[in-house]
T-cell receptor
Framework: DAGVTQSPTHLIKTRGQQVTLRCSPKSGHDTVSWYQQALGQGPQFIFQYYEEEERQRGNFPDRFSGHQYPNYSSELNVNALLLGDSALYLC?????????????????FGEGSRLTVL | DAKTTQPPSMDCAEGRAANLPCNHSTISGNEYVYWYRQIHSQGPQYIIHGLKNNETNEMASLIITEDRKSSTLILPHATLRDTAVYYCIVRPRWDNQGGKLIFGQGTELSVKP
């Protein structure tokens, strides 16, 4: 059973460029969240997608956008890259489910995509 | 979301118990205590969670004080592979669109031979 997979694992961009990061959730999961982790800091929540819609958003500018596909995979897009966007971008998945089921709060994280902006 | 306070770093001898404290004095009645850890260059990994009773699984034990204002994660026999940053997080469990965790700075645990 594959866990959460992210691509690419590493990439280098220059200021002003745009980047797209991809995530496939763990099998059976329907909710995907994205986190940014700067060096030496804890992960910071960017946003969460469920049923192809953004459901919650952290304190990030609208340069950060996302998408969720019908197969639950997700993309994170960052426009007009700044040097400060250099970080490890983590994708996490969980199962939200339908009425009667419950979310245990356990998130499964991928290994991340390390973005360097020069 | 309630805030948590953890010591920035701790050392532990291999084979001994590692006891990682966490203060969450503003926790509310519907919030659970979750622990995750992050081994260098990997994504965070879920360890355990609890509401008010002590919990144990194959990885660790979680002790929550009666007033729920603090908790301790116990790794009973720490190994070198337990060297990681450990995060204590409080959040409502019954968040039907769960996906948001508020990470603090965590505790960097170094297990030494």
């Amino acid at each position: 059973d594959a866990g959460v997979t992210q691509s690419p694992t590493h990439l280098i961009k220059t200021r002003g460029q745009q980047v797209t990061l991809r995530c496939s959730p763990k099998s059976g999961h329907d909710t995907v969240s994205w986190y940014q982790q700067a060096l030496g800091q804890g992960p910071q929540f960017i946003f969460q997608y469920y049923e192809e819609e953004e459901r919650q958003r952290g304190n990030f500018p609208d340069r950060f956008s996302g998408h969720q596909y019908p197969n639950y995979s997700s993309e994170l897009n960052v426009n007009a890259l700044l040097l400060g966007d250099s970080a490890l971008y983590l994708c996490a998945s969980t199962h939200t489910g339908t009425s009667g089921s419950r979310n245990t709060g356990e998130l499964f994280f991928g290994e991340g995509s390390r973005l360097t902006v020069l | 979301d309630a805030k948590t306070t953890q010591p920035p770093s701790m050392d532990c001898a291999e084979g001994r118990a590692a006891n990682l404290p966490c203060n969450h004095s503003t926790i509310s009645g519907n919030e659970y205590v979750y622990w995750y850890r992050q081994i260098h260059s990997q994504g965070p990994q879920y360890i355990i969670h609890g509401l008010k009773n002590n919990e144990t699984n194959e990885m660790a034990s979680l002790i929550i004080t009666e007033d729920r204002k603090s908790s301790t994660l116990i790794l009973p026999h720490a190994t070198l592979r337990d060297t990681a940053v450990y995060y204590c997080i409080v959040r409502p469990r019954w968040d039907n669109q769960g996906g948001k965790l508020i990470f603090g700075q965590g505790t960097e645990l170094s297990v030494k031979p």
